[in-house]
Nanobody, 120 residues
Framework: QVQLVESGGGLVQAGGSLRLSCAAS????????MGWYRQAPGKQRELVAV???????NYADSVKGRFTISRDNAYNTVHLQMNSLKPEDTAVYYC??????????????WGQGTQVTVSS
């Protein structure tokens, strides 16, 4: 019953920037963690960045210093600011949220994904 909708993907030249957004909706009591993952053709899905309810973050080594994950005050929306994009950043980016729908039911939900293509 928890749904995630990503937006902001597109085509950008190397060195450019994109800002991804993910909005969570549905029955949500608490979101513990929201994050971004990506999957390039022929590769497994990998962690890009996560942010926890307390504000702590983790980034893949490949994006440190270039990407920034953030959330709004209600923690129902997470953003990924991507700067200095490289062709190897090309992938489908997926939003993920983990938390409690109710006091008695947890959730882990994925969005449909948004394509990011970085041209050289």
């Amino acid at each position: 019953q928890v749904q995630l909708v990503e937006s902001g993907g597109g085509l950008v030249q190397a060195g450019g920037s994109l800002r991804l957004s993910c909005a969570a909706s549905g029955t949500i009591l608490r979101i513990n963690t929201m994050g971004w993952y990506r999957q390039a053709p022929g590769k497994q899905r990998e962690l890009v960045a996560v942010i926890r309810s307390g504000g702590s973050t983790n980034y893949a080594d490949s994006v440190k210093g270039r990407f920034t994950i953030s959330r709004d005050n209600a923690y129902n929306t997470v953003h990924l600011q991507m700067n200095s994009l490289k062709p190897e950043d090309t992938a489908v980016y997926y939003c993920n949220a983990d938390g409690l729908a109710t006091l008695f039911r947890s959730f882990n939900t994925w969005g449909q994904g948004t394509q990011v293509t970085v041209s050289s």
